[in-house]
């Protein structure tokens, strides 16, 4: 059987963070009800479409949003109805995300009931000025009180959100955010940068000058991450993406590898079949009660862009690309191609020594983009 990674996409939240652009929002009851039912069908009629009875499924990611603002009732059927469905590999990666608030004793116990074996939480920050300053409605006891709550039910495989560059965020406060959350001992942690996106809240803000950004302190702040993690025995994988031995997020893994996964719920995309396509929005719950696959903007997925994918995902990775593996799939000399870029990159510290490997330095990351057009 050929493996396939799934995402679900879970669209609410108790409430909206002043910097999120996500597709995600506050709902009453009744519509997250008619939204739970469409997902439910959505998986029964992509089933049938694409004979999902012959792939192993060996990674799954409930994300959002927060799939945890689900009442517990619909959150149980969601839960169950995916694990019926489908062919699981004994290798399973299971993931949902969840927010410490929106987390009662009744859900962990349903998720703890379900294949899910590895929880994703979004903290941001332990300390509760700057929770209040990114519209966070949970405080850091909260979180806590979840953690403990998990580890108590066996969860052995909890990742926590870390966000740096935060408006008015210093290095000790940053420092100390790090340190409380190293001495919990989770099996993974995403730290990452704030990034101000155009049309929210904070993007207002920052037009307006109300805050600011310093570009320069977040660059300290995610070198001092990179060296701390290591010290305790994370391993950067990905840009922002840190894990004890073994504890690497498979599912995320696949989007960096450009591998095979399929999306469900509104506004997930997908890479399935040689075809990149994303689920409507909007139109999510009316295309599905009417029978539609609510699929949008489907487009072949040449060979152009597996390539530029390979450059801008892969490289995101620490392990970076494998030259010889790239010349093969894409039947280019790229040593030969690009030996001006190449020289030039190692010259400034951005790329390492590129015998067999591309990859990036911490410098490199900093200014990955600009890495990255030099080979596109």
């Known amino acids: 059987m050929k493996n396939l990674g799934l995402y679900f996409h879970i669209p609410f939240c108790n409430s909206k963070c002043l910097y999120c652009d996500f597709d995600s929002g506050i709902s009453d009851y009744l519509h997250k009800k008619r939204y739970a039912n469409a997902l439910m069908k959505e998986i029964d009629m992509a089933i049938t479409k694409y004979s999902l009875n012959d792939y192993e499924i060996d990674t799954v990611f409930i994300g959002g949003g927060t799939p945890t603002s689900?009442?517990?009732?619909l959150l149980q059927k969601v839960l169950q109805k995916i694990d019926k469905s489908f062919n699981f590999s004994d290798n399973l990666e299971y993931t949902i995300e969840m927010n410490p608030n929106s987390v009662t004793d009744e859900k962990i116990e349903i998720i703890r009931e379900s294949k899910i074996n590895r929880v994703s939480i979004g903290l941001q920050s332990t300390n509760m000025i700057e929770l209040k300053a990114l519209g966070r409605t949970h405080t850091y006891e909260e979180f806590l009180s979840t953690y403990k709550k998990l580890r108590n039910?066996?969860?052995?495989?909890i990742s926590i959100d870390l966000m740096m560059g935060i408006?008015?965020?210093?290095?000790?406060?940053?420092?100390?955010n790090l340190r409380n959350i190293i001495s919990l001992m989770p099996e993974h942690i995403s730290a990452y940068m704030l990034i101000i996106e155009e049309g929210t809240p904070f993007f207002d803000m920052y037009e307006k000058g109300i805050i600011s950004v310093d570009d320069e302190l977040t660059l300290k702040l995610y070198e001092y991450t990179i060296n701390k993690l290591q010290q305790y025995g994370y391993n950067q994988y990905e840009f922002s993406n840190f894990a004890k031995k073994g504890y690497e997020c498979k599912h995320n893994i696949k989007y960096w590898k450009v591998e095979e996964y399929l999306g469900f719920g509104q506004n997930s995309h997908s890479l399935f079949g040689e075809k990149r396509f994303e689920n409507y929005s909007d139109e999510?719950?009316?295309?599905?009660?009417?029978?539609?696959?609510?699929?949008?903007?489907?487009?072949e997925h040449t060979k152009k862009d597996m390539y530029e994918e390979w450059i801008f995902l892969k490289l995101r990775m620490n392990e970076g690309i494998d030259i010889s593996e790239l010349d093969k799939q894409f039947d280019i000399n790229f040593k030969e191609k690009y030996s001006g870029s190449l020289k030039k990159l190692y010259k400034e510290n951005l790329i390492q020594e590129y015998d067999k490997y591309l990859r990036l330095t911490t410098k490199g990351i900093e200014v990955s983009n600009t890495v990255f057009l030099e080979f596109i």
């Open 167 to 176: 408006p008015n965020q210093d290095f000790k406060t940053y420092e100390e």
């Open 70 to 73: 689900l009442d517990e009732d």
């Open 153 to 157: 039910k066996g969860f052995t495989n």
């Open 284 to 299: 999510y719950i009316n295309r599905i009660e009417k029978g539609e696959l609510p699929i949008n903007n489907v487009q």
